[in-house]
């Protein structure tokens, strides 16, 4: 005889068929026996464990309800012959099997085991996976089964995170991640279990999601509870930070794990990990020039050779510093400079003078290392310069509107130069690469296809900033299509619109995010032929100079907007420069004001195929040509 509790209440023979226990109340009350562990329960302590108001004859019924138990559980037992299960003891009763018969005793017993002896985790790991659902899962929630099952959880709990805890303590567990990931999902409150889980990260290789998991940690105990993490939690990022980096007399020492390199793969992390990778690589930059030491300085620069896929930089200062401290070492190294080095500072210089800020000549400065970067990378025959050298030239190529083609180009090599020499993180740039210039063309058949592969790749280099992008996407696409006879509906692209910004504003990227969704409203006003939203708590970032037009429009105050639209700044050269061209165009139709329609009209000739702010990937107000032809048509006063 067995019986079992660990979800449904059931009773199983020796040869696995179940034992036909009847009602609700006859489960209850063999349940109650078994949560007394052997003891006497007496008939007053049952009758109100079962009923909150007991009936006249609730002890008869109770007598009745154990009865048919001893029937079910011992159908051989000759008349008159004293039971064996459930026995009568003084004024109550007590259920006599051995404690390895019954699920929950057994579970409680291995884990009293295993807390006094670790090498007793595999009868842990057993009675943990007798579990089949909530306890006592299908009786009515009485006070003592509402004790009893918060109390099992409890203990439920414990057991999988001490299971963790000495499997990782014997070097094992990186096959833990995916159980601890989903327990901590499902109690964010346990601290020890984010512990757990950041070792099983790290004992992966998975340095960077374990970094981020301990600081997604800290954010929910402080956030929510107002407590700091405990000491566990700071000594385990302590040495997981502290692992890749020495100091030695004051001086830098680099073994094989350098703090950039850490840095280079917590950005790939997103989120807070991101920006400590940037923070945690200028300091790195700032240490190694403390040394003198040229050429460990250029190494360390140029080893954050990590793909960048926007043309606005996330924190502008810190992209400055590291762009003066590369010009500096090149300056230092003189020409006579190892060609790897300086094809690698001059990369760093393209890929970071972003062109959100620049001066005229730092916008030069920029296009002309991009391209040295890529001759001394071809030069090199070295794929993964060429790759990082590629990368800024990308960056560097948004001179002008209606550049998507040349574009996916420089996509295409940065793919295929990545798929032949086995460089997934810049294989995922080339899709996305494409994809923008895919969407700016306005195909998003190929488009979507180069989001599902890229995709596909960041699933294998544990990249979930992708997924954020993508989900941008495929927003953009369905405003697109609310375009379209039945298609969904302008609520619909908004509502998926607005979960992509959720999923975008923890993500580290503040020179991406900022002003991005409201701009995406907009677009998607335009698109439907509506006014701009006029919501204040709408943050439009770096856009508000092309956006506060339209606001000032949709609130009837036309001669504010005139002036506005006058004031407004010539469009950055970025990802978005057709989109704030176009806002441009439309503000300049409405206000009737010639001079400005003429100016969006020529900037945007070239890009008359394209699809204003679809170059993001991430957004669009339509086609280019709806707002260059009346544009054309206001300037010449038609």
Not at 537 to 550: C, E, S
Not at 577 to 593: F, I, K, R
Request: glycine residues 8%.
């Amino acid at each position: 005889m067995r019986i079992d509790v660990l979800g449904a209440v059931r009773a199983l023979r020796d040869d696995g068929s179940p034992v036909d226990l009847g009602g609700p109340r006859h489960r209850e009350v063999l349940a109650r026996l078994v949560a007394a562990e052997g003891r006497l329960v007496t008939t007053g302590t049952l009758v109100g464990d079962l009923w909150t108001e007991p009936p006249a004859r609730a002890v008869g019924a109770l007598r009745t309800f154990v009865a048919a138990l001893r029937r079910a559980l011992e159908p051989g037992r000759p008349p008159r012959t004293p039971p064996r299960v459930i026995v009568t003891e003084g004024t109550g009763y007590a259920l006599r099997l051995p404690r390895e018969n019954i699920d929950v005793h057994r579970f409680e017993d291995a884990l009293a085991r295993a807390r006094h002896t670790p090498a007793a985790v595999t009868g842990l790991a057993a009675a943990l996976a007798d579990w089949r659902g909530p306890v006592y899962a299908d009786l009515p929630a009485s006070p003592w089964v509402q004790r009893e099952q918060h109390r099992l959880e409890e203990l439920r709990l414990a057991g999988l995170e001490l299971r963790a805890r000495i499997l990782l303590d014997a070097g094992e567990g990186a096959d833990l991640v995916a159980e601890l990931g989903a327990h901590v999902a499902e109690h964010p409150w346990r601290e020890p279990a984010w512990g757990l889980l950041a070792r099983a990260l790290h004992r992966a290789g998975r340095q960077a999601d374990a970094l981020d998991t301990l600081r997604r940690a800290r954010r929910m105990l402080v956030g929510q509870l107002g407590l700091d993490p405990g000491a566990e939690l700071q000594r385990l990022e302590a040495d997981i930070l502290a692992g890749p980096v020495a100091y030695t007399g004051g001086s830098l020492r680099l073994g094989p794990r350098t703090t950039v390199h850490l840095a280079r793969t917590l950005a790939l992390a997103g989120g807070d990990a991101l920006v400590h990778s940037r923070r945690d690589r200028l300091a790195a930059i700032q240490a190694a020039e403390r040394t003198g030491d040229l050429e460990l300085t250029a190494r360390v620069i140029g080893a954050y050779d990590v793909p960048a896929i926007w043309s606005r930089a996330d924190d502008l200062e810190q992209s400055r510093a590291v762009v003066a401290a590369a010009e500096r070492t090149l300056t230092g190294l003189g020409p006579d400079a190892p060609a790897g080095l300086r094809a690698r500072l001059l990369a760093t210089i393209a890929v970071e003078s972003r062109s959100a800020g620049q001066t005229g000549p730092e916008r030069e400065r920029a296009r002309q290392a991009a391209g040295e970067a890529e001759t001394l990378a071809r030069e090199l025959a070295d794929p993964a310069l060429l790759a990082f050298a590629l990368n800024g030239v990308f960056l560097q190529s948004f001179t002008r509107p209606g550049l998507a083609a040349v574009r996916d180009g420089i996509g295409a090599e940065i793919l295929d130069v990545a798929t032949k020499h086995d460089l997934p993180n810049f294989a995922v740039l080339g899709r996305l690469v494409r994809l923008q210039s895919a969407s700016a063309r306005g195909d998003f058949e190929a488009a979507a296809t180069q989001a599902t592969e890229a995709e596909k790749l960041a699933a294998g280099t544990e990249a979930p900033l992708v997924a954020v992008l993508t989900a941008w996407f495929r927003a953009m696409v369905t405003a697109t299509r609310s375009t379209e006879p039945g298609g969904p509906s302008p609520a619909e692209a908004a509502a998926q619109y607005r979960a992509a910004e959720d999923a975008l504003r923890p993500a580290g990227m503040p020179g991406l995010h900022r002003g991005l969704f409201p701009l995406a409203l907009l677009g998607l006003r335009l698109l439907h032929d509506r006014p701009a939203p006029t919501d204040r708590h709408l943050d439009w970032g770096p856009y508000r100079h092309w956006a506060h037009p339209h606001v000032l429009l949709a609130q009837s105050r036309d001669e504010e907007a005139r002036a506005a639209l006058a004031a407004a700044p010539e469009p950055p050269y970025d990802h978005m420069q057709e989109a704030m061209w176009c806002l441009t165009a439309h503000a300049a139709v409405v206000l009737g004001d010639r001079a400005v329609a003429a100016r969006a009209a020529t900037a945007l000739r070239e890009a008359g195929s394209e699809h204003a702010g679809a170059g993001s990937g991430m957004l669009t107000l339509g086609p280019v040509a709806r707002y260059r032809e009346p544009a054309e048509a206001c300037a010449a006063g038609h």
